[in-house]
């Protein structure tokens, strides 16, 4: 039996647990494989993480529900709480501190956790701060405790223009920073762009570089987003967010469908149009319009899986550019999106 074999035994066996719910089961199941000699931190990265990942595959389908997704979870926070109680786990700091936090408005916490769980295992002192940290607090700490080194975190693409600030604050204060999750892109690309004085694609690169070492930033005062982003000038990452609310709701106006909707169904397609909006102001903010491509294209997707028509979208997409016809980058961002859209249904 190879080890990959097992440990695809092993992440079926878990997903099955998480799927129904049964937390017991699911703890059990990961401490039964580290009991029969897996390693902790495979156990983390091997079995608890692909889980996750596909949680949110499965919501993304609609395979599972938003309640089945924050079940399945908070199952896996608890299951690495569980694990980090193990003898096996058990390590003495030796390595220093890092501090470990998620940008504030970021929720998703559990890639931060596993991240905080495997620098422990690796023989860090670890602060771990949890989901959505102000960055005053987070500063606050960081002068309180005096780590060797923030690891910060974000899945959440429009949480990039906090992201720059807390990063920039931290810096301020001598920190180096190393960036990870999703938001910061495959590729590390917006972790550069902004600042970060490190980026790390996964839990394992960014405990390698952790004990590599990060030069400390000069402490300098905190400068402003335009010195870093140029194209920041045109002020139109700035007018966008301003009138964010405004340009949802004309745009819910000029869709006709949304008239039919029961009051739920206009909730949620108000709530879609604004993550929009948020899209395209942080594509404005770091000037890429692939971010906001992919985002309608994955947009397009949930809403397919979903039975409601890419055209529902289009339209969407169709009035917001009408409203934002002065705004050069925005009109190109969404033409882009559109002849995207356009070309994958024809």
């Known amino acids: 039996m190879t080890v990959t074999t097992e440990l695809d035994r092993e992440r079926e066996r878990l997903w099955s647990a998480v799927a129904g719910g049964d937390e017991f089961f699911a703890t059990a199941t990961v401490l039964a494989a580290v009991d029969a000699g897996l390693d902790p931190e495979s156990a983390l990265l091997d079995i608890v993480a692909p889980v996750q990942a596909r949680v949110g595959a499965e919501w993304a389908t609609n395979s599972i529900s938003v309640a089945q997704e924050h079940t399945a979870t908070a199952i896996n926070d608890r299951v690495i709480a569980a694990l980090a109680h193990h003898p096996a786990a058990r390590r003495e700091p030796h390595l220093g501190r890092v501090a470990v ?61 906090t992201a720059h600030a807390t990063i920039t604050a931290c810096q301020a204060t001598g920190m180096p920073v190393i960036a990870g999750g999703a938001a910061f892109g495959f590729d590390g690309r917006y972790a550069r762009l902004l600042g970060a004085d490190a980026w790390a694609p996964d839990a394992r690169t960014a405990a390698e570089l952790l004990v590599g070492g990060l030069a400390s930033p000069s ?30 709701r004309t745009t819910l106006g000029e869709v006709p469908e949304v008239a039919g909707y029961t009051a739920r169904q206009r909730q949620h397609a108000a709530e879609d149009v604004a993550r929009t909006v948020d899209f395209l102001a942080t594509a404005l903010y770091v000037d890429d319009d692939t971010l906001f ?46 002849r995207c859209l356009q070309e994958e249904t024809t």
């Not at 102000?134 to 060797?148: E, I, Y």
């Not at 402490?219 to 990452?237: F, K, R």
């Not at 339209?315 to 559109?338: H, V």
């Open 101 to 161: 936090a998620c940008v504030d408005g970021e929720w998703h916490a559990l890639p931060a956790r596993l991240l905080a769980e495997v620098l422990r295992l690796r023989g860090w002192h670890v602060d771990f701060l949890g989901a959505q940290v102000p960055t005053p607090h987070l500063v606050a700490h960081l002068h309180q405790r005096g780590p060797d080194a923030l690891a910060l975190s974000s899945s959440i693409p429009t949480r990039l223009p």
């Open 219 to 248: 402490a300098t005062p905190t400068h402003s987003a335009v010195e870093d982003l140029p194209h920041l000038v045109d002020q139109e990452y700035t007018l966008v967010s301003r009138t964010a609310a405004q340009l949802v």
């Open 293 to 338: 491509t992919e985002h309608v294209r994955w947009h397009a997707e949930i809403l397919t899986a979903r039975a409601i028509p890419t055209a529902v979208l289009l339209t969407a997409l169709s009035a917001l550019r009408a409203q934002l016809t002065d705004f050069p980058r925005a009109a190109r961002m969404l033409a882009a999106s559109i």
